[in-house]
C-alpha cells in the first residue's frame, strides 16, 4: 500500500549542481503534480502531468524539468540548482479530474 | 488572477469546542473546493471535497459548508481533540485540467 514514494526524504546541493527528485506512485493515475512549499507561500504548482508523454507548466516552472515517460514517474529535474529553489518538494497523484489529490511526504531540498 | 486567501495563519482552541476554519477566493467560480490536513514533515492528506451545487458536507466530526455568493468555504471540527492538532488547507480547481491552488493554511492547536 504505498501510495505516492519520493526520494530522496532530504538533499543538500551547492549552487549550480543538478540532482533529480523521483517520484512514483503505484495506484495508476493518469494525472502527476509536482507543488514546491515554502514558509508563507503555501503550496504552488511546479509542472504536472496527465498521461505519459504529456506534460505541462504550472505556475513557477522556472529552472525546472519533468518528463513522463511511464504512468507510475514522474522526476523533477534541477539543472542548475539556485538557492532560490531551497524548499520542500511534494508530489502528488489524482485517479480522475476532481478526485483528491495523493500526496507523498516530500523531499526537504537545501541549496547552499 | 485568482485568489485564495485563509484568513488565519493560526487558530489556538480549547480542546471539546468547535474549531472554524475560513476560506475565502476571489475572481474565480470554483465546481469544487477540497480540504486538506498537513502534519509537521508530512505530505498534505485529503479531507472532504464539496461540489458548488452542495451546500453543506459532513464526515463525522468534521463539517464543511461552500457559499458561491460569499466565494467562501467554511470548515469546521466539533468536539475538538489535541490529536486534531495539525494544519489544514483549502484548495480550489483551476484550468481545463483541474489544477489544484492551494490557500497558505492555517495552523490549529487544541490545548487539552
Known amino acids: 500500500n504505498a501510495g505516492v514514494t519520493q526520494t530522496p526524504k532530504f538533499q543538500v546541493l551547492k549552487t549550480g549542481q543538478s540532482m533529480t527528485l523521483q517520484c512514483a506512485q503505484d495506484?495508476?493515475?493518469?494525472?502527476m503534480s509536482w507543488y514546491r512549499q515554502d514558509p508563507g507561500m503555501g503550496l504552488r504548482l511546479i509542472h504536472y502531468?496527465?498521461?505519459?508523454?504529456?506534460?505541462d507548466q504550472g505556475e513557477v516552472p522556472n529552472g525546472y524539468n519533468v518528463s513522463r515517460s511511464t504512468t507510475e514517474d514522474f522526476p523533477l529535474r534541477l539543472l542548475s540548482a539556485a538557492p532560490s529553489q531551497t524548499s520542500v518538494y511534494f508530489c502528488?497523484?489524482?485517479?480522475?479530474?476532481?478526485?483528491?489529490?495523493?500526496f507523498g511526504n516530500g523531499t526537504r531540498l537545501t541549496v547552499t | 488572477s485568482q485568489k485564495i486567501e485563509q484568513n488565519s495563519e493560526a487558530l489556538n482552541i480549547q480542546e471539546g469546542k468547535t474549531a472554524t476554519l475560513t476560506c475565502n477566493y476571489t475572481?474565480?467560480?470554483?465546481?469544487?473546493l477540497q480540504w486538506y490536513r498537513q502534519d509537521p514533515g508530512r505530505g498534505p492528506v485529503f479531507l472532504l471535497l464539496?461540489?458548488?451545487?452542495?451546500k453543506e458536507k459532513r464526515k463525522e466530526r468534521l463539517k464543511v459548508t461552500f457559499d458561491t455568493t460569499l466565494k467562501q468555504s467554511l470548515f469546521h471540527i466539533t468536539a475538538s481533540q489535541p490529536a486534531d492538532s495539525a494544519t489544514y488547507l483549502c484548495?480550489?480547481?483551476?484550468?481545463?485540467?483541474?489544477?489544484?491552488?492551494f490557500g497558505k493554511g492555517t495552523k490549529l492547536s487544541v490545548k487539552p
Open positions: 502528488a497523484s489524482r485517479d480522475s479530474y476532481n478526485s483528491p489529490l495523493h
Open positions: 495506484m495508476n493515475h493518469e494525472y
Open positions: 502531468s496527465v498521461g505519459a508523454g504529456i506534460t
Open positions: 475572481n474565480y467560480s470554483p465546481a469544487y
Open positions: 464539496i461540489r458548488e451545487n452542495e
Open positions: 484548495a480550489l480547481e483551476r484550468g481545463s485540467q483541474g489544477n489544484l491552488i
